[in-house]
């Protein structure tokens, strides 16, 4: 068994144990409240009884142990009535529910509804009807069960949580070490190239040749770049997001197919937020080519710059086959990709970028299927002074 499959087995085991253990104590509970009940009920049985024996007994009967059974109840509330419904005499009722004969009926029906009343026989054909309720205590336990559940659901949820917070952690410590990887192994075939362009150039090759190399080599120095700040905390400065915007956007246009009809909106003045250009260029790198891939290398991408009082807002839109409304959060997961090459972490990356490199927010704005889809990057403007 391997270590994910051994932890999610752990998981799991506590979550089920934690679940048996409650409801064997829910159970063990229950029969110890029904057991409790019937107990109060013989004790109410006992004090019924001893009530007869007070109304029968001749004058000078020994009624000691009668009356220490009668003044013996001093926790559960009782409500006599005669045949015809009729309240005869309380005991253990609060003084503000005699004091109100619509509470003391009210209540009343509330004893009818606890427990099944017991008949006292006072002799010479009187009959009284004992109405009794729980006691405090007997009430306290009745609640106990819903506490337990919730502290016990609470725990599991404590558990899982700590799982998966855990998963999450392993899983970004594995992707930030296999990007700056990544990035090291770039540096050494990156830096054997700078030095053929160097021999290039000592030995008068066309100098076009060598610029677009050059070109290239940036852009691997760029790349690399990207990938070593994974895992860290980029450096953000002060930087107008129409000028950064418009650089990515000339480089993906002149090497993006032809038959990809570029635009981009802008306003002609700066717009300031605080931002590091490598990983915010990267974001639009994927949202682009997320986009050119919808559209099946054909159709029309348009970029448009807006802002408002506080927010810089980037709008990229295409032409391709749409995204489905419930997916508009999920796509934004790792492995969620409707192609099939690629591990669908392009937009997971432009999400981790703005919303925990630059505290903003992406989303899909708008998407309609076999129309196109608007994705929204949205970023704190700076003070300009």
Known sequence: MNLPDERSFN???????CLVVIVLVLWNTSIFFQSLKEDERAKMNIWARAQEELSQAPEDADLDLVLEILNNNTTIPIIHTNEHGEIAY???????ILDDPERLKEYLEDLKDENEPITVDLGDGQVQYLYYGNSPALNK?????IGLTLIGFLFVGVVYFFYTTTKNSEQNKLWAGMAKETAHQIGTPLSSLIGWTEILKAEEVNPAYVTEMEKDIDRLKTITERFSKIGSSPNLHKTDIVRATRETFDYLQSRSSNLINFSLHAPRQPIYVMLNEQLYSWTIENLVKNAIDAMRGKGELHIDIKQDLKQAHI?????????EKNRFRSIFEPGQTTKKRGWGLGLSLAKRIVEEYHKGKIKVAKSEINKGTTFQVSLKK???F
């Open 90 to 96: 309380t005991t253990n009722i609060a003084p503000a």
């Open 315 to 323: 709008y990229i839109s295409d032409t391709g086959k749409g995204i």
């Open 11 to 17: 998981r799991w085991f506590i979550i089920i144990s």
């Open 141 to 145: 336990l009745k609640y106990y069960p």
């Open 382 to 384: 700076v003070n300009t």
